[in-house]
């Protein structure tokens, strides 16, 4: 029972790095000895047919935030009736009893269209958060890797992945907070405002240019967090499907293959909760990754293969010669 064990426990997360150093090394996949620096850049950023850019250039940063504004912006906009109704069961649990209900007692007073409310602010928020979120992500990752060095990168890549997440969300929730707070009164509020236009000036005339960022402490409490288990979870599911699951390296696999790849690691990622949560975050989060790693294809952006470790870690384990 304990040998069926074992290997699952070594797929967790936040597995010691002491301890996996052999479990990586002696799993891995036998390949030609080459110098780190070599094998890394050529992964990083290939030759210039094969990319468009350059891995960590600003052209690379700039279409990476462009794949966030997309990913995050078109989900969570598609999703507008949804939030809207959750949002009215928060605040009214009396009125909008349930998912159902909200729905039907929305379209009774409001039309169809009622069920839109909210979405202008849902758009432009969440894109600002994409571009931040996404965008940075890349950003401070390159940045604390290579504070770290290419070994302690390896070493302690979860602790790299929620590091970098975290210092991006900061900055997305920024982005986020005023469109954020716009579609709260917009949507819970009923005669407050019925689009961003009206709804604006407004809050802004009431209570100054707090009354946008008011709310953003609050997203920091729930934002930073969940980011953190997002992208750290999804780094290391990418890492255990072409490890384990995946019959090949990611280098042979089609640019189909490896977005299928992405989709599933996505939604494998935050599968725990509530069945609806799962459906619908789980859903949301895998079509986010889905979105952002295609438009890293469409634009031919460098996407490096998964971790692996350094032959300079390896001579010290004395796995190679």
Same mark, same amino acid.
């Given at each position: 029972?304990?040998?069926?064990?074992?290997?699952?426990?070594?797929?967790?997360?936040?597995?010691?790095?002491?301890?996996?150093?052999?479990?990586? %090394?002696?799993?891995?996949?036998? $390949?030609? +000895?080459?110098?780190?620096? *070599?094998?890394?850049? &050529? =992964? @990083?950023?290939?030759? !210039?047919?094969?990319?468009?850019?350059?891995?960590?250039?600003?052209?690379?940063?700039?279409?990476?935030?462009?794949?966030?504004?997309?990913?995050?912006?078109?989900?969570?906009?598609?999703?507008?009736?949804?939030?809207?109704?959750?949002?009215?069961?928060?605040?009214?649990?009396?009125?909008?009893?349930?998912?159902?209900?909200?729905?039907?007692?929305?379209?009774?007073?409001?039309?169809?269209?009622?069920?839109?409310?909210?979405?202008?602010?849902?758009?432009?928020?969440?894109?600002?958060?994409?571009?931040?979120?996404?965008?940075?992500?890349?950003?401070?990752?390159?940045?604390? %890797?290579?504070?770290?060095?290419? $070994?302690? +990168?390896?070493?302690?890549? *979860?602790?790299?992945? &929620? =590091? @970098?997440?975290?210092? !991006?969300?900061?900055?997305?929730?920024?982005?986020?907070?005023?469109?954020?707070?716009?579609?709260?009164?917009?949507?819970?509020?009923?005669?407050?405002?019925?689009?961003?236009?009206?709804?604006?000036?407004?809050?802004?005339?009431?209570?100054?240019?707090?009354?946008?960022?008011?709310?953003?402490?609050?997203?920091?409490?729930?934002?930073?967090?969940?980011?953190?288990?997002?992208?750290?979870?999804?780094?290391?599911?990418?890492?255990?499907?072409?490890?384990?699951?995946?019959?090949?390296?990611?280098?042979?696999?089609?640019?189909?293959?490896?977005?299928?790849?992405?989709?599933?690691?996505?939604?494998?990622?935050?599968?725990?909760?509530?069945?609806?949560?799962?459906?619908?975050?789980?859903?949301?989060?895998?079509?986010?990754?889905?979105?952002?790693?295609?438009?890293?294809?469409?634009?031919?952006?460098?996407?490096?293969?998964?971790?692996?470790?350094?032959?300079?870690?390896?001579?010290?384990?004395?796995?190679?010669?």
């Amino acid at each position: 029972m304990f040998s069926s064990i074992a290997p699952l426990a070594r797929l967790n997360p936040f597995y010691a790095p002491h301890f996996q150093l052999v479990q990586d %090394g002696v799993r891995k996949r036998p $390949e030609p +000895a080459e110098a780190p620096s *070599t094998r890394r850049s &050529l =992964a @990083a950023a290939s030759a !210039a047919e094969e990319y468009s850019c350059e891995y960590g250039s600003l052209k690379f940063y700039a279409l990476c935030g462009f794949g966030g504004v997309l990913s995050c912006g078109l989900t969570h906009t598609a999703v507008v009736p949804l939030d809207l109704v959750k949002c009215r069961m928060q605040v009214d649990p009396q009125k909008y009893k349930s998912i159902f209900n909200g729905f039907s007692v929305t379209v009774k007073e409001d039309g169809v269209r009622g069920l839109a409310k909210g979405w202008a602010p849902t758009f432009i928020g969440y894109s600002m958060q994409g571009l931040c979120k996404f965008g940075f992500y890349e950003v401070f990752k390159i940045l604390y %890797g290579n504070m770290l060095g290419e $070994e302690n +990168a390896y070493l302690w890549r *979860t602790s790299l992945y &929620l =590091a @970098a997440s975290a210092s !991006a969300e900061f900055f997305a929730d920024i982005a986020l907070a005023p469109m954020e707070a716009a579609k709260v009164r917009i949507q819970t509020q009923p005669g407050y405002a019925n689009t961003l236009r009206q709804a604006v000036p407004k809050m802004f005339g009431e209570e100054g240019i707090w009354a946008f960022y008011k709310g953003v402490a609050p997203l920091w409490m729930r934002q930073i967090p969940y980011t953190m288990m997002k992208f750290a979870c999804f780094e290391r599911t990418v890492e255990a499907l072409y490890k384990y699951v995946v019959p090949k390296p990611r280098s042979e696999c089609s640019k189909g293959e490896q977005l299928v790849v992405t989709f599933i690691a996505g939604y494998i990622g935050v599968w725990k909760g509530l069945f609806a949560r799962i459906i619908m975050i789980g859903t949301l989060t895998a079509l986010q990754w889905f979105i952002y790693d295609s438009v890293k294809v469409y634009f031919r952006l460098p996407r490096p293969p998964p971790p692996e470790m350094p032959e300079s870690l390896k001579k010290k384990l004395g796995l190679t010669q």
